[in-house]
C-alpha cells in the first residue's frame, strides 16, 4: 500500500516546476560578495582583492558578449510571458539578455577594483528565483533600496543604484524553471557608497520595494530584505 501511495503522488509532480510554493511569497534577497560582515582597508589591497575576484568571477557570465549568444533581446518595461506550444508542456523557453554594461561603475569594465580601492565599494543585490512570480503590477517594476539600520542613519552617506532607480525590470520575469529556461540570467541591481563614513561599523539594510511583493512575514522575517555589516578603513 505505501508504495502504491508513493507511486501515485510522484505521479503528479511537476518536474519543471514544484507543487508546493506557498512558502515563497516574497523571495530572499542575496549579496555579492557574500558576508555578513565586509571589512576593507583602502591601503591594503589584500583586505579586498577576494572580494573583487568574487565579483569577477560572479559577473563574468553576464559579459555582454556571451549574453548576445544565448539571450535574446526582449522588450522592457513588460513581461515576457512565453505560453506552451501545443500538447507540449514545459518546452524549452528563451530568456532576455541581462548585460554587465547595466552596472555601469559596478560592472568591473572600466573600474577592476569596483570602487573598494578608494573606499567607494560597489554590492551586488539579487533576487532569490520565484518559477512564476510577476513581482509587479500595472508596469511598475520592483526596486532596491538600501539605508543605514537606525543608529547608523547618518553614516551611509549617498547610495548610488545601477541600473537606474535600482530596478529588476519586468522583462526577466516570469522564471520558467531551470529546466525549461537553462539560459536565464537572473537580474541584478548594483549599489554604490559613494561618501559613507570612514573608519566605523556601519550596519546596513537593503529591501525589495514592489506593489505585488508581500514585505515579508512573520514566519521569515528576512524574506524580502538582507542586512550586512560595512567597514572601511583608510589608516594604515
Not at 35 to 50: P, Q, V
Not at 64 to 72: F, G, P, T, V
Not at 131 to 153: H, N, R, W, Y
Request: aromatic letters at 10%.
Amino acid at each position: 500500500m505505501f508504495c502504491l501511495t508513493m507511486y501515485v503522488m510522484l505521479q503528479t509532480l511537476d518536474d519543471h516546476k514544484p507543487t508546493w510554493q506557498d512558502r515563497l511569497g516574497t523571495p530572499g534577497m542575496m549579496i555579492r560578495p557574500r558576508g555578513d560582515t565586509m571589512e576593507i582597508n583602502t591601503h591594503n589591497t589584500e583586505s579586498w582583492d577576494m572580494y573583487t575576484k568574487t565579483l569577477d568571477n560572479f559577473l563574468s557570465p553576464y559579459n555582454n558578449s556571451l549574453q548576445a549568444e544565448k539571450n535574446d533581446e526582449c522588450t522592457p518595461d513588460q513581461y515576457f510571458i512565453q505560453g506552451d506550444i501545443g500538447d507540449v508542456k514545459n518546452n524549452l523557453k528563451r530568456s532576455c539578455q541581462f548585460n554587465r554594461s547595466l552596472l555601469q561603475e559596478c560592472s568591473g569594465l572600466d573600474d577592476h577594483t569596483y570602487g573598494y580601492q578608494t573606499g567607494k565599494p560597489c554590492i551586488i543585490i539579487k533576487l532569490n528565483r520565484v518559477i512564476g512570480m510577476l513581482p509587479g503590477k500595472d508596469g511598475q517594476a520592483p526596486f532596491v533600496t538600501c539605508g543605514a539600520k537606525k543608529e547608523d542613519s547618518d553614516k551611509i552617506g549617498e547610495v548610488a543604484y545601477y541600473p537606474e532607480n535600482g530596478t529588476f525590470n519586468l522583462m526577466y520575469y516570469p522564471y520558467y524553471g531551470k529546466k525549461a529556461q537553462v539560459n536565464y540570467s537572473q537580474p541584478l541591481v548594483a549599489i554604490k557608497f559613494l561618501n559613507i563614513t570612514l573608519n566605523e561599523d556601519i550596519n546596513i539594510e537593503c529591501r525589495i520595494i514592489s506593489n505585488n511583493i508581500p514585505s515579508g512575514s512573520e514566519r521569515d522575517k528576512f524574506a524580502g530584505k538582507v542586512s550586512f555589516k560595512l567597514r572601511i578603513n583608510t589608516k594604515h
